[in-house]
């Protein structure tokens, strides 16, 4: 018993220390301009809750629209990564496509630094005219993503007992049929595994981003460096926007949590 609440308040301990800067976002975007100069110590509670007015248009930013294209973005970027993965991990698993090595290959793509793609993309993306739109950094994000969905989806299937799959192709159920009608009613923890971390990873990304966009497809993580202007850092505004721009995730999330867990432990992690 005593162990279990020292390792539960360790545990406590080491999530606090890495929600600080978090903390320190939602704390810093409820405070008066004039207390956020005076230091980290001066409270003083801002009612009129302009930073979250200024992060929301009021003060010229495009704030909505980064919102939107993160939105979109992500969605995108979990949809493509499902519709593609999915069906490439049936086939790696149950069809023999491509044998194992077909996956060590792919799984290895993940080891190599997204900036290794940069210019590949950039050069690949003008010629397709698709540099600074959403399309293109869905695309982009699926690359990245889609390693991650076929490790999850193929540990997945392999713990789908394969006697139901059996069962259909008797009963005359095609490939298409037998993964569509049998085995994506069964993928929903794996399904929410993927989702939740695809979108999660292409919320948060940096680094394509600012290569690939620079007005059309702006996502938040770009956006915020709008709040530093020449006359200074604006930390209230940038510190509401870090607020706003952490919920969509951590809902989702939330949501999902139960069968985040489920999928990588009974799939990810037995597979």
Known sequence: MKRNLWA????????????????????????????????????????????YKNAMGAAGYDFASFFQNSILISIGTVILTTLISLPAAYSIVRLGFGGAWLLRIALSLRILPAVFFIIPFYKLFTNLSIVDSVRGLILANTFVNITLALLIFSSTIKDLPYEIEEAAHVDGAGVFRTLTSIVFPLMGPGLAAVGVLTFIFSWSDYLFAVVLSSSNATPVTVGAANFVTSYGVRWGDISAAVTLSVLPPLIFATLAQKY???????????G
């Open 8 to 51: 539960s308040g360790l545990a406590a301990l080491f999530a606090f220390f890495f929600m600080l800067p978090l903390i320190g976002a939602v704390y810093t975007s409820f405070r008066t301009d004039n207390a956020i100069a005076s230091g980290p110590f001066v409270w003083e509670f801002d009612s009129k809750f302009t930073h």
């Open 260 to 270: 985040l867990v489920k999928g990588l432990s009974s799939g990810a992690i037995k």
